[in-house]
């Protein structure tokens, strides 16, 4: 059976829905698809420029000092 065709039946199913609680939990699910997608559209790869960057800009902050221990992250986030 072809896309078409099913997303044919599904509406025919919907249409004759009567269960107000099943609407809701397929509603619910066609939301969270929708969100899930935006998000996919919103990000991007970076370029193979912008990862060396970024990884230089990294290991200076390291070799500098501008880092924390994971220790100081968990303990950061006990107060979230």
């Known amino acids: 059976?072809?896309?078409?065709?099913?997303?044919?039946?599904?509406?025919?199913?919907?249409?004759?829905?009567?269960?107000?609680?099943?609407?809701?939990?397929?509603?619910?699910?066609?939301d969270e698809v929708q969100k899930q997608q935006t998000v996919s559209r919103n990000v991007k790869p970076f370029t193979v420029e912008q990862l060396m960057d970024r990884a230089n800009r990294s290991t200076k902050d390291y070799l500098s000092g501008k880092f924390k221990t994971q220790e100081q992250l968990e303990n950061e986030s006990e107060n979230w």
């Not at 044919?8 to 919907?14: F, S, V």
């Not at 099943?22 to 619910?28: K, L, V, Y």
């Open 1 to 30: 059976m072809d896309l078409h065709t099913r997303k044919l039946k599904a509406i025919e199913y919907l249409i004759g829905l009567r269960d107000e609680k099943i609407f809701r939990i397929i509603e619910s699910i066609i």
